[in-house]
């Protein structure tokens, strides 16, 4: 680990479940000073870099297929640390089923709701 205990993840990435042909964006940040961060994905035992990520900036994993294992690791001067593993899985399109389930609410007369399945718009 980094030689200081005032690094660490104040963010992590979330596992995701997203359609097929989707890039998937996360959020991430860290305390400290790093000097360099990569995204990985794990090929069977072993890590290989996957891209370089911007300090400070929301990271984008362009599309893949199936399910992918990821983490972050971050370079600081006196060591490196790596996120949590991260997993998301791309599905192939089925209009009906929903990626994300309404949790509830109210809605303005007026205003439409939309909801968003693979591919599809339903406006309510």
């Known amino acids: 680990p980094a030689g200081n205990n005032d690094v660490g993840f104040t963010i992590e990435p979330k596992n995701g479940d997203i359609a097929a042909e989707t890039s998937y964006n996360f959020t991430w940040a860290v305390n400290g000073e790093p000097q360099s961060a990569e995204l990985q994905m794990k090929d069977g035992e072993n890590w290989a870099k996957l891209d370089d990520l911007t300090i400070g900036q929301e990271g984008t994993i362009s599309a893949q297929e199936g399910t992918k294992?990821?983490?972050?690791?971050?370079?600081?001067?006196?060591?490196?640390?790596?996120?949590?593993?991260?997993?998301?899985?791309?599905?192939?399109?089925?209009?009906?089923?929903?990626?994300?389930q309404p949790v509830g609410g109210s809605i303005k007369n007026g205003l439409n709701l939309i909801l968003e399945s693979y591919g599809s718009k339903i406006i309510i």
Not at 80 to 99: D, G, H, P
């Open 69 to 100: 294992t990821f983490r972050i690791l971050v370079n600081y001067e006196n060591g490196s640390i790596y996120s949590k593993e991260f997993t998301v899985c791309w599905r192939e399109a089925n209009a009906n089923q929903f990626l994300i």
